[in-house]
């Protein structure tokens, strides 16, 4: 009978490991909230779609060697958290910028565009998010055996991975969505542009302050 591709035990632990971080509160799922409030429900699955996006770079990238990268290179990997943290705070300043500009009239729904697509957006807070850095240099290495082929048990665990994350994501963007029913009015959605905007700079001092 064939070896499995991962240590059964192993696996279970990693699910436990994967299932605390899946939910705990950080740049990602605060992202997935204030994606949700300004774009409603397609946007906030698009831009979950766009985090997990970069989850999958990031193991193509652990399938080539990521590991050791991180441990020659450290520098590299804080400029580009670095970047991406300046990234979420210039959306979160641009929703700010929004809600004082969409608080002036009194009628109307104008949406406050966070950046250029919700996919994009999630892509890039994920591919810089220092917590998902942390997972690959030092939570799944431990969970994989160097006796059996790297390529399936990085499948397995990237399999885990983006679905616990699916879920989360889904959870905190889609409660954030249904916020958003009540955008069209002035004064609510003001207030909740202003939410958006301090949850998104949160999000950055989070990435920051994990480096």
């Known amino acids: ?55 999958l770079v990031w193991f193509a990238a652990a399938a080539l060697g990521l590991g050791a990268l991180i441990v020659a290179f450290p520098a590299a990997f804080r400029l580009i958290s670095i970047a991406g943290a300046l990234y979420v705070a210039w959306l979160g300043v641009k929703a700010l910028i929004g809600a004082f500009r969409a608080g002036g009239a009194e009628t109307g729904h104008t949406p406050i565009r966070l950046g250029r697509g919700a996919f994009v957006d999630g892509f890039m807070v994920q591919i810089a998010n220092p917590k998902i850095v942390l997972f690959f240099s030092a939570v799944l290495p431990p969970f994989l055996d160097v006796n059996r082929p790297a390529a399936p048990q990085l499948a397995l665990f990237a399999l885990a991975t983006i679905g616990m994350d699916v879920l989360s994501m889904s959870a905190y963007g889609l409660g954030g969505a249904a916020l958003a029913r009540r955008m069209t009015e002035p004064r609510f959605r003001r207030g909740f542009a202003l939410l958006t905007g301090l949850l998104l700079l949160a999000a950055a001092v989070l990435i920051v302050s994990r480096l």
Do not use: C, E, K
């Not at 997935?32 to 989850?55: C, D, E, F, K, Y």
């Open 1 to 55: 009978m064939p070896a499995l591709p991962v240590d059964p035990h192993f696996y279970a632990a990693f699910l436990g490991v994967m299932a605390v971080m899946a939910i705990t509160p950080g740049p990602a799922n605060v992202f997935s909230i204030a994606n949700g409030v300004q774009r409603g429900p397609m946007g906030a699955l698009a831009g979950v779609a766009g985090m997990n996006a970069a989850t």
